[in-house]
């Protein structure tokens, strides 16, 4: 008996379908990269971006032909990502509104509510996405939160569109991307400034600053990459390099006996609180 044996070809996730980018500016240049990157071609995308030197870099790096105001071509497009600044979000979505009734809006405008935008737009199809500056290099943390118009088709779009960008965490409440806000959209300067303060002291201490910053920047990726592989938490992983005694215990106890982890608390907290202040003061025109 001859058994007849069909192979079918490995496919990856289906074509993304048109997208319009309201907003030229990093981050859209981070998605648009990150899926051109992949394959996806640069006629599949819109953007609206009002200044001229953010439409020339779009030009130069991706073949972009960016238009100046919103137009008939965003009809084609299933999803439009808001990539603008809180304060310009109300007036960009006004001449947008009748080319995108029946497309998935995507908003990486941080603390503006989604409320908002559903009215602003007039559709339910809406996410929040606060993402962070690390999306630029593919190391990014995103939050996302959907309105109960998103469908799992939605979504599934969604992360799709920003995979390329890096992790991905979805949130039940809304009020929960403050505090997203506060840590991972916030966070890279966090992370920067400690390195700029490691940076000095080795400075400070008779290093070179090239031999400096090359210590403190490894010391914080090396010390991320374990923290996520590991299996244990990061205070057990601070605990097994903190021998009683030991140059890293001096230090430690200098951080404790200045209060630092309390202050730095508070910091994010202040963040936070900002962040809510945003929406309220943003989200109300």
């Known amino acids: 008996m001859t058994i007849a044996v069909t192979f079918l070809p490995r496919t990856g996730p289906a074509p993304l379908p048109p997208i319009a980018f309201i907003g030229g500016g990093n981050m859209a240049s981070a998605i648009i990269g990150g899926l051109i990157k992949q394959g996806t071609p640069a006629d599949a995308f819109e953007v609206v971006e009002p200044f001229e030197e953010a ?5 130069q790096s991706f073949g972009i032909t960016a ?10 497009c299933a999803v439009v990502v808001w990539a603008v600044k809180p304060q310009t979000f109300a007036d960009a979505a006004r001449p947008v509104r009748a080319f995108a009734e029946n497309a998935l809006h ?10 908002s935008i559903a009215r602003w737009l007039g559709s339910e199809r ?29 979504r599934a779009l969604v992360g799709q569109l920003l995979a390329p960008t890096g992790e991905l965490l979805w949130v039940d409440d809304e009020a929960a991307l403050d505090a997203v806000t506060a840590m991972s959209g916030s966070g890279p300067a966090y992370v920067f400034y400690f390195i700029e303060a490691m940076t000095e002291a080795g400075i400070e201490m008779g290093l070179s600053p090239d031999q400096a910053q090359r210590l403190a920047i490894g010391t914080f990726t090396g010390a991320s990459a374990l923290a996520h592989s590991a299996t244990e938490p990061p205070s057990v992983l601070r605990e097994r ?10 230090a430690l106890t200098s951080l404790e006996g200045a209060d630092v982890k309390a202050k730095f608390k508070t910091a994010i907290r202040a963040a936070q609180k900002r962040a809510a202040e945003l929406g309220e003061e943003f989200g109300k025109a």
């Open 55 to 59: 439409r020339r870099k779009l030009a």
């Open 67 to 76: 238009q100046a105001e919103a137009g008939e071509a965003l009809s084609r």
């Open 106 to 115: 995507l908003s990486v405008a941080a603390g503006i509510p989604s409320g």
């Open 126 to 154: 809406v996410v929040r996405a606060m993402p962070n500056t690390p999306a630029l290099v593919g190391q990014g943390m995103t939050g996302l939160y959907a309105r109960a118009g998103v469908d799992a088709a939605d």
């Open 241 to 250: 390099v903190t021998s009683k005694g030991g140059t890293t215990y001096a």
